[in-house]
């Protein structure tokens, strides 16, 4: 069964750092490409960064520059480091292989000052 646990939100000051980590469990984490997604207040959920198993990364321009996704293959666990954080990235973030998939409870990251 397929088990998504993120960690690592909170609240930072603009101009900040958070590393979000993404547990897995129940796939075979090593083969399929990863994602990252958030949803703000208010706003749909979308997909903000992606890394493929062969490490292919891509990002949407908002992130571009300040976000890094990294994977650990041995842990079956995704990460997302976030630096020069922004009020506008406030929201819960979500890590998936498939969107049509269930989610995980997610972690929320709130910048503010």
């Known amino acids: 069964q397929l088990q998504l646990v993120e960690s690592g939100g909170g609240l930072v000051q603009p101009g900040g750092s958070l590393r979000l980590s993404c547990e897995t469990s129940g796939f075979m984490f090593g083969i399929y490409t990863m994602f990252w997604h958030r949803q703000a207040p208010g706003k749909q959920r979308e997909w903000i960064a992606f890394?493929?198993?062969?490490?292919?990364?891509k990002y949407i321009d908002s992130v571009k520059g300040r976000f890094t996704i990294s994977r650990d293959n041995i842990r079956d666990t995704l990460y997302l480091q976030m630096d020069n954080l922004k009020p506008e990235d406030t929201a819960v973030y979500y890590c998936?292989?498939?969107?049509?998939?269930?989610w995980g409870q997610g972690t929320q990251v709130t910048v503010s000052s």
């Open positions: 890394r493929t198993s062969s490490g292919t990364t």
């Open positions: 998936n292989r498939d969107p049509q998939l269930p």
